[in-house]
């Protein structure tokens, strides 16, 4: 039974080794990404890989999706990782529409945002990275909108929708949404400025020396407002950052 067993999972790593390649790989080298198809590696001139600075080294990335590239097509679509100065692989994350993600690493490198989706609802993912397995651990997920930010190597900011409720006019993309800060040590999410029926705050920027964030505020006088964009009032606002602990 264990020797059947055995044999069984080596068919299927095989298998799936056997898929990997059939849908290429891709690497980097002098900041320029090649394809890997067939053991041949074919440059993709209009294609860059983007890159963030933390403790643990230099992370790059490339996004892979047929929406981004014509030479893409019938590879794997997601994320492909690569770390240091000498661009060695790293590690993958899939994503079916990996062109709309973005990415926010802490400034250790040992965590990781992604936001996938459009600028009104994304798909905000939290990643724990194991750097010497160089492999991802999810740890929590959230539905979010615009840009999030790292404010210390523990917490981050981030506009949060509230999907319960659903957008306020049929068919819109006005849902309620409220700059939150979640502590990944204590997963602990705290909401910051509550949206109601008639208001709405959205994070437009973090000012890290002052510890503070630049909030925009939409609001109408009546909920049945929300669908005649000239009854929308807009102001910006300052609101501080809480001290961690």
């Given at each position: 039974?264990?020797?059947k067993?055995?044999?069984?999972?080596l068919?299927c790593?095989?298998?799936?080794t056997?898929?990997?390649?059939?849908v290429?790989?891709?690497v980097?080298?002098?900041?320029?990404?090649?394809r890997?198809?067939?053991?041949?590696?074919?440059?993709l001139?209009d294609?860059?890989?983007?890159?963030?600075?933390?403790?643990?080294?230099?992370f790059?990335?490339?996004?892979?999706?047929?929406?981004?590239?014509?030479?893409?097509?019938g590879?794997k679509?997601?994320i492909y990782?690569?770390?240091?100065?000498?661009e060695?692989p790293?590690?993958?994350?899939?994503?079916?529409?990996?062109?709309?993600?973005?990415?926010?690493?802490?400034?250790?490198?040992?965590?990781?945002?992604?936001?996938?989706?459009?600028e009104v609802?994304?798909?905000?993912?939290?990643y724990f990275?194991d750097?010497?397995?160089?492999?991802?651990?999810?740890?929590?997920?959230?539905?979010?909108?615009?840009h999030c930010?790292?404010?210390?190597?523990?917490?981050?900011?981030f506009?949060?929708?509230?999907?319960e409720?659903g957008?306020?006019t049929?068919?819109?993309d006005?849902?309620?949404?409220?700059?939150a800060?979640?502590?990944?040590?204590?997963?602990e999410?705290?909401?910051?400025?509550?949206a109601?029926?008639?208001?709405d705050?959205?994070?437009?920027?973090c000012?890290?020396?002052?510890g503070t964030?630049?909030?925009?505020?939409?609001?109408v006088?009546?909920?049945?407002?929300?669908s005649?964009?000239d009854?929308?009032?807009?102001?910006?606002?300052?609101?501080?950052i809480p001290?961690?602990?």
């Amino acid at each position: 039974m264990k020797r059947k067993m055995f044999m069984a999972l080596l068919i299927c790593v095989m298998t799936l080794t056997a898929a990997w390649a059939d849908v290429g790989d891709y690497v980097l080298k002098d900041g320029k990404v090649y394809r890997v198809d067939g053991g041949k590696e074919k440059l993709l001139e209009d294609e860059e890989p983007q890159r963030a600075g933390t403790e643990a080294g230099l992370f790059s990335w490339i996004l892979v999706d047929s929406e981004l590239s014509e030479e893409m097509k019938g590879s794997k679509p997601g994320i492909y990782f690569f770390l240091g100065d000498d661009e060695k692989p790293f590690g993958f994350l899939p994503f079916k529409n990996a062109a709309a993600c973005m990415l926010e690493f802490s400034l250790s490198g040992e965590k990781l945002l992604v936001s996938c989706g459009e600028e009104v609802k994304q798909d905000l993912s939290l990643y724990f990275i194991d750097l010497e397995k160089k492999s991802f651990e999810k740890k929590a997920s959230f539905n979010s909108a615009g840009h999030c930010f790292w404010v210390d190597p523990h917490r981050f900011i981030f506009t949060s929708i509230d999907v319960e409720k659903g957008p306020r006019t049929k068919g819109g993309d006005d849902w309620q949404c409220s700059p939150a800060l979640y502590d990944t040590e204590f997963e602990e999410l705290t909401i910051l400025k509550k949206a109601t029926d008639t208001v709405d705050y959205i994070i437009i920027g973090c000012d890290h020396d002052e510890g503070t964030l630049d909030i925009n505020e939409s609001s109408v006088k009546d909920m049945k407002d929300w669908s005649d964009s000239d009854k929308i009032e807009y102001k910006e606002m300052t609101i501080p950052i809480p001290a961690a602990g």
